[in-house]
């Protein structure tokens, strides 16, 4: 008796072991509903999204090329997500139209004056080291936050999205644009 639940434990052990595992490439931007947590087509839509919205403020749409420094995303959500790749996708959104340009934000602050720092040493050409003290000043500031209210009644689960973003004007405090994008993701078993 022993030996046959030894030799069934062993086989089932072994089959599952063998189990066919299948990967495959798939549309990146194709919908995407395995869970309702965050995923990549809200990061896709909201980035899109607001930064359709922000190319037509009048700060932006009727300036020549402005300078925007973009802060980190705020996470208020109950879930992790990673709020530098809904930054990088604003901003690359964002470059994409072409009617903006960048500043060094405060994430890329210390690596930009280390690089500042390292290019003066004697290793450089004079004539080809990038000078101290000529870094521009953006003109705006784009920052935001993600928040999420989730409500779960038996076997239904809602959850709501809301990015809001704003952009600043550093000159003079000037809310010059705010937008929102809201997302309802509901789930329910059986």
């Known amino acids: 008796m022993k030996a046959r639940l030894v030799v069934a434990f062993a086989a089932a052990a072994l089959a599952a072991g063998c189990a066919k595992e299948t990967t495959?490439?798939?549309?990146?931007?194709?919908v995407e509903t395995i869970t309702n947590q965050f995923g990549s087509t809200d990061l896709q839509m909201m980035a899109e999204t607001m930064a359709r919205s922000m190319l037509q403020a009048p700060a932006i749409a009727s300036a020549n090329l402005p300078i925007v420094t973009v802060q980190e995303v705020r996470n208020k959500t109950s879930e992790?997500?990673?709020?530098?790749?809904?930054?990088?996708?604003?901003?690359?959104?964002?470059?994409?139209?072409?009617?903006?340009?960048?500043?060094?934000?405060q994430a890329g602050m210390n690596p930009q004056v280390e690089e500042l720092k390292r290019q003066q040493s004697e290793l450089y050409a004079k004539d080809q080291r990038a000078e101290m003290g000529q870094m521009v000043g953006a003109q705006y500031r784009l920052?935001?936050?993600?928040i999420s209210i989730v409500k779960q009644v038996r076997d239904t689960k809602d959850v709501y999205y809301k990015l809001n973003l704003q952009l600043w004007n550093i000159r003079n405090g000037l809310l010059e644009w705010s937008d929102e994008k809201e997302i309802r993701k509901t789930t329910t078993k059986g």
């Open 24 to 30: 495959r490439y798939g549309d990146a931007r194709s």
């Open 143 to 146: 920052e935001g936050n993600i």
């Open 80 to 105: 992790y997500i990673d709020t530098r790749a809904i930054t990088d996708s604003i901003r690359s959104e964002l470059q994409k139209g072409g009617r903006v340009r960048f500043a060094v934000d």
